[in-house]
T-cell receptor, first 112, second 113 residues
Framework: DAGVIQSPRHEVTEMGQEVTLRCKPISGHDYLFWYRQTMMRGLELLIYFNNNVPIDDSGMPEDRFSAKMPNASFSTLKIQPSEPRDSAVYFCASRAGPGELFFGEGSRLTVL | GENVEQHPSTLSVQEGDSAVIKCTYS??????FPWYKQELGKRPQLIIDIRSNVGEKKDQRIAVTLNKTAKHFSLHITETQPEDSAVYFC????????????FGRGTSLIVHP
């Protein structure tokens, strides 16, 4: 397996634009997580899915953020409209049951 | 939810020295404690984990110890090498059986040659 695949790796956009980050989890993994990493706040859990169903989105900062998982092999995190304070590295991770998280390479977002 | 505190935030050692990073957690029902290593510009990757039925686990130069009474666990790296330089994160899961990890803020380890 190629591991967790995220795209884009880098995104630079202007304030107010819509941003969509994509994730393909490892095949067979039933949990998918979206994390945001910044120097100030570390690794923050935004939302996680179990068997494609969103379980806990209490970490999503505000209504500008939304996440979907239409099937077992694809998830998106959308920010609309984007703001400079959303600049961060966004990681997707997946796992099979309890235990090790497998992270993607991350999407580095810069909002000007 | 779970509250995880990690110390120190930065640790600088000479090559060959030992390094110790400590984490405390709040949920006494937590029973799985992983450590992740993140090299500069890379993804976090699991390096060692421990479950609550043991007090210590070793894997070559790294070890993790767990004190459930005091609710803390520590990462020990012996004979440090420059390639150990990275940010290390501990995590503790909230109870409820889903093992959803809350991460510590991270420790930046710098090993000077």
């Amino acid at each position: 397996d190629a591991g967790v695949i995220q795209s884009p790796r880098h995104e630079v956009t202007e304030m107010g634009q819509e941003v969509t980050l994509r994730c393909k989890p490892i095949s067979g993994h039933d949990y998918l997580f979206w994390y945001r990493q910044t120097m100030m706040r570390g690794l923050e859990l935004l939302i996680y899915f179990n068997n494609n169903v969103p379980i806990d989105d209490s970490g999503m900062p505000e209504d500008r953020f939304s996440a979907k998982m239409p099937n077992a092999s694809f998830s998106t995190l959308k920010i609309q409209p984007s703001e400079p304070r959303d600049s961060a590295v966004y990681f997707c991770a997946s796992r099979a049951g309890p235990g090790e998280l497998f992270f993607g390479e991350g999407s580095r977002l810069t909002v000007l | 939810g779970e509250n995880v505190e990690q110390h120190p935030s930065t640790l600088s050692v000479q090559e060959g020295d030992s390094a110790v990073i400590k984490c405390t957690y709040s949920d006494s029902a937590s029973n799985y404690f992983p450590w992740y290593k993140q090299e500069l510009g890379k993804r976090p990757q699991l390096i060692i984990d421990i479950r609550s039925n043991v007090g210590e686990k070793k894997d070559q130069r790294i070890a993790v110890t767990l004190n459930k009474t005091a609710k803390h666990f520590s990462l020990h790296i012996t004979e440090t090498q420059p390639e150990d330089s990275a940010v290390y994160f501990c995590a503790a899961p909230a109870s409820g059986g889903s093992y959803i990890p809350t991460f510590g803020r991270g420790t930046s380890l710098i090993v000077h040659p």
